[in-house]
């Protein structure tokens, strides 16, 4: 990575289809929002925000506990409730510093993404500021991507019904896309998966 690049870590929902809150789960020696910031500052990211809603508490409480290499702080989404991913995702944006190049947006019920696909995303670029970088897989689009600061105020200004894929089929032709692995698809949201998927 040649350019500073944040991480936006979208963790806002109220867990559901979980019946708990997922983030605070047990993933190996850590939990499943522990292991995708391990994961994004392995990667090189200078800073990660987590946005939180739902489990805004045991977020902060996890934060509080952790000692990371890098800034990771989290800001919490009014919204989360009836804002969607968008809401989310412009909190996120709206935290970050003038200086950085881009942000990736990632979900935190991904704990299998794979170092290898961020790093994928975040390939050798001149610059990232005019850059809007996705992973595929089979054709399918996945997280995290990659967002350059030229184009923040454009998601910042979206309203809704509008969405981030409204965003991205307008700049259909900016787009990079990236091959990379089946973890750009993969996330936690019922019992079954997190059985199926824990390490």
Request: proline share 7%; net charge negative.
């Amino acid at each position: 990575m040649t350019e500073p690049v944040a991480a936006v870590i979208l963790a806002a929902g109220l867990s559901r289809r979980m019946g708990k809150p997922k983030m605070s789960l047990p993933w190996g020696r850590t939990t499943v929002l522990g292991q995708v910031i391990d994961v994004f500052t392995q990667a090189g990211v200078q800073e990660i925000v987590i946005v939180s809603g739902g489990a805004r508490q045991s977020i902060e409480e996890e934060l509080a506990r952790s000692v990371h290499p890098i800034p990771v702080h989290s800001v919490y989404n009014p919204d989360y409730e009836t804002g969607e991913m968008l809401s989310s995702i412009q909190c996120g944006l709206q935290s970050l510093g003038a200086l950085l190049e881009a942000a990736l947006i990632g979900l935190g019920d991904q704990p299998q993404i794979s170092l290898t696909a961020i790093q994928a995303v975040l390939s050798d670029q001149p610059n990232y500021r005019d850059k809007i970088i996705v992973p595929s897989y089979n054709m399918h689009r996945g997280h995290p991507w990659l967002v350059g600061s030229q184009y923040w105020q454009q998601v910042l200004e979206l309203k809704s019904p509008l969405t981030t894929r409204d965003f991205l089929r307008e700049h259909a032709n900016q787009i990079q896309y990236v091959a990379t692995d089946l973890t750009v698809l993969k996330d936690l949201d019922t019992p079954e998966d997190y059985e199926r998927e824990r390490p």
